[in-house]
């Protein structure tokens, strides 16, 4: 059926190392996004892509890096996880017409 | 900083009773509206989209949009417990135009 597929539903992680999310869209999508998702804080926006190879910053990309180097895989790099990182992660896409977004089920990410 | 509010609830409403949501956003220059639904423990999933100025209904539930008042909401009809959930609502805010902005949510419990 779906559509869009997070590699991972649980990860444990140790400070300093460095993490990989994985998140893969079937629909032809040409828009993905990586929010991160605490209590009391709401859906906060750390990179988007609306296209390969393109990136833009969201709202608190400190830490984080992206790759989108295929249409539907969009990365998101931890590059020292560290434990104000942990989380839960969702990936979603969108269509060109900036329609609403499918999410993943979420990367719940742990960093100890 | 551009902002969507909601009210956090608890909104408690009845079984077959009519539970309204209220959104409202900062940034005039906002086009697209959405709601979504999480359940506890799941990612968000779209139930509805609006675009212009009154009301669009889908089953059970309708939206609302005042540009004007920068006004959202959602009347949810004939409310059951499985509508249980935490509703969120997303504006478009970024530069690219597709990525949202989302509400902390409002937790909505329906008791039978």
């Known amino acids: 059926d779906v559509k869009v597929t997070q590699s991972s539903r649980y990860l444990v992680k140790r400070t300093g190392e460095k993490v990989f999310l994985e998140c893969v869209q079937d629909m032809d999508h040409e828009n993905m996004f990586w929010y991160r998702q605490d209590p009391g804080l709401g859906l906060r926006l750390i990179y988007f892509s609306y296209d390969v190879k393109m990136k833009e910053k969201g709202d608190i990309p400190e830490g984080y890096s992206v790759s989108r180097e295929k249409k539907e895989r969009f990365s998101l790099i931890l590059e020292s996880a560290s434990t104000n990182q942990t989380s839960m992660y969702l990936c979603a896409s969108s269509d060109y017409g900036g329609g609403g977004y499918t999410f993943g089920s979420g990367t719940r990410l742990t960093v100890v | ?112």
């Not at chain 2, 423990?41 to 609302?64: H, V, W």
């Not at chain 2, 949009?65 to 949810?76: E, T």
């Open chain 2, 1 to 112: 900083q551009k902002e969507v509010e909601q009210n956090s609830g608890p909104l408690s409403v009845p079984e077959g009773a009519i539970a309204s949501l209220n959104c409202t956003y900062s940034d005039r220059g906002s086009q697209s509206f959405f709601w979504y639904r999480q359940y506890s423990g799941k990612s968000p999933e779209l139930i509805m989209s609006i675009y212009s100025n009154g009301d669009k209904e889908d089953g059970r539930f309708t939206a609302q949009l005042n540009k004007a008042s920068q006004y959202v909401s959602l009347l949810i009809r004939d409310s059951q417990p499985s509508d249980s959930a935490t509703y969120l609502c997303a504006v478009t805010g970024y530069q690219a135009g597709t990525a949202l902005i989302f509400g902390k949510g409002t937790t909505l419990s329906v008791s039978s």
